[in-house]
C-alpha cells in the first residue's frame, strides 16, 4: 500500500510540474507581444481585436463586418511596415461572404513589424505574400499536448 501511495505522489508531482512549466511558457512568449498600431484605411467594415507583435513574428485577429455592404469574390490585404516604412510583405485572407459576421487571424513571421495597413483587393498578388504560419496553441491544446506527452514518456 505503501508503493502505491509512492507512485501516486510521483504522478501527480510530475503532472503539477508540467501544468507548471506550461503555465510559465505560456506567460512568458505572452509577455513579449506589443502592440502595433493600425495605419490609416476607410475601412469600417473591418474592425481589430487583436494586433501584437514580437521581433520575430506577430498575430493579428479581427472581424469582417459583412451585414450592410456585402464584399464578395474579395480579399482583405494585410500589409506589415517597419518602423521606417519599409513594406515586408502582405497578406491574403479570402472573404467569406455567406456570413454576416467574419473572423479571421493573421499569423507572420516577419522581423520588427510596427505598423499595418488593411485594405480589400479582388486578387492575390503572389509576389509579395508571406508565408503560412501555423495557429497559435490555446490553452486547450497544451493541456491535451502536455496529457499526450507525459502518458507517452510515463
Given at each position: 500500500?505503501?508503493?502505491?501511495?509512492?507512485?501516486?505522489?510521483?504522478?501527480?508531482?510530475?503532472?503539477?510540474?508540467?501544468?507548471?512549466?506550461?503555465?510559465?511558457?505560456?506567460?512568458?512568449?505572452?509577455?513579449?507581444?506589443?502592440?502595433?498600431?493600425?495605419?490609416?484605411?476607410?475601412?469600417?467594415?473591418?474592425?481589430?481585436?487583436?494586433?501584437?507583435?514580437?521581433?520575430?513574428?506577430?498575430?493579428?485577429?479581427?472581424?469582417?463586418?459583412?451585414?450592410?455592404?456585402?464584399?464578395?469574390?474579395k480579399y482583405l490585404k494585410i500589409e506589415f511596415f517597419t518602423e521606417r516604412n519599409i513594406n515586408m510583405?502582405?497578406?491574403?485572407?479570402?472573404?467569406?461572404?455567406?456570413?454576416?459576421?467574419?473572423p479571421f487571424e493573421a499569423f507572420f513571421k516577419l522581423n520588427n513589424v510596427s505598423s499595418y495597413k488593411?485594405?480589400?483587393?479582388?486578387?492575390?498578388?503572389?509576389?509579395?505574400?508571406?508565408?503560412?504560419?501555423?495557429?497559435?496553441?490555446?490553452?486547450?491544446?497544451?493541456?491535451?499536448?502536455?496529457?499526450?506527452a507525459i502518458l507517452c514518456f510515463a
Amino acid at each position: 500500500m505503501d508503493k502505491i501511495k509512492k507512485y501516486i505522489l510521483y504522478i501527480v508531482l510530475i503532472a503539477l510540474f508540467a501544468l507548471f512549466s506550461n503555465f510559465l511558457i505560456a506567460v512568458g512568449l505572452n509577455s513579449n507581444y506589443k502592440e502595433i498600431e493600425r495605419r490609416q484605411d476607410n475601412l469600417s467594415q473591418v474592425e481589430v481585436v487583436q494586433a501584437e507583435a514580437t521581433k520575430v513574428n506577430g498575430r493579428i485577429r479581427g472581424i469582417i463586418n459583412n451585414k450592410e455592404n456585402k464584399i464578395e469574390h474579395k480579399y482583405l490585404k494585410i500589409e506589415f511596415f517597419t518602423e521606417r516604412n519599409i513594406n515586408m510583405g502582405s497578406k491574403y485572407i479570402e472573404i467569406n461572404h455567406d456570413q454576416e459576421e467574419m473572423p479571421f487571424e493573421a499569423f507572420f513571421k516577419l522581423n520588427n513589424v510596427s505598423s499595418y495597413k488593411i485594405s480589400v483587393v479582388d486578387e492575390k498578388d503572389p509576389q509579395g505574400e508571406i508565408e503560412f504560419l501555423p495557429k497559435d496553441l490555446n490553452k486547450r491544446d497544451i493541456i491535451i499536448a502536455t496529457i499526450i506527452a507525459i502518458l507517452c514518456f510515463a
